[in-house]
T-cell receptor, first 113, second 112 residues
Framework: AAGVIQSPRHLIKEKRETATLKCYPI?????VYWYQQGPGQDPQFLIS???????DKGSIPDRFSAQQFSDYHSELNMSSLELGDSALYFC????????????FGPGTRLTVT | DAKTTQPNSMESNEEEPVHLPCNHS???????IHWYRQLPSQGPEYVIH???SNVNNRMASLAIAEDRKSSTLILHRATLRDAAVYYC?????????????FGSGTILRVKS
């Protein structure tokens, strides 16, 4: 079965640079979520989109923005990168928004030097 | 967000059943109980969820207490591949958004 696809899988950037992470949800899934997992920490919710509209927002820095496109894929844009942004970034998708299970991608490992 | 409490870690022998407990005394009537697990170097993986009745799927069983203040994830025969962090998460049926709030989870170690 098709899974959530994330690209790139690894990304190395320098401080103050920008990065764009992409997420392709499972076909027919209309909801996308982004989570950040720092080293040795548990995943933290950043932001989500349902039918191309932002549906919820968590602890996402103002330097980050995201959107969901007409084909339901999503991009997380990160600017003015800081060392503390080094983390695993997971995308998940679901069908619907109320109590539905989420399916996670393999993650993008971002390293900021 | 309603909170859950899980043991920090548990250990099991291979091919034996594992019972992972979760307390959620402040659960509301519209909260689903979800379980996810995260294997090393992988994204979280959905395991099972339920509302009031016990649930079974190919991966596990979920036993929910009658008062819904606690639940237990049951792995019927643990394998080495089940070694992971297991998260018990409450997910509202009516609150718009469906975000998952991960707590610290239970680290499950499986011995051969």
């Amino acid at each position: 079965a098709a899974g959530v696809i994330q690209s790139p899988r690894h990304l190395i950037k320098e401080k103050r640079e920008t990065a764009t992470l992409k997420c392709y949800p499972i076909p027919r899934h209309d909801t996308v979520y982004w989570y950040q997992q720092g080293p040795g920490q548990d995943p933290q919710f950043l932001i989500s989109f349902y039918e191309k509209m932002q549906s919820d927002k968590g602890s996402i820095p103002d330097r980050f923005s995201a959107q969901q496109f007409s084909d339901y894929h999503s991009e997380l844009n990160m600017s003015s990168l800081e060392l503390g942004d080094s983390a695993l970034y997971f995308c998940a998708s679901s069908l619907g928004l109320r109590g539905d299970e989420q399916y996670f991608g393999p993650g993008t490992r971002l390293t900021v030097t | 967000d309603a909170k859950t409490t899980q043991p920090n870690s548990m250990e099991s022998n291979e091919e034996e059943p594992v019972h992972l407990p979760c307390n959620h005394s402040t659960i509301s009537g519209t909260d689903y109980i979800h379980w996810y697990r995260q294997l090393p170097s992988q994204g979280p993986e959905y395991v099972i969820h339920g509302l009031t009745s016990n649930v079974n799927n190919r991966m596990a069983s979920l036993a929910i207490a009658e008062d819904r203040k606690s639940s237990t994830l049951i792995l019927h025969r643990a394998t080495l591949r089940d070694a992971a962090v297991y998260y018990c998460i409450l997910n509202s049926l009516v609150e718009y958004g469906n975000k998952l709030v991960f707590g610290s989870g239970t680290i499950l170690r499986v011995k051969s």
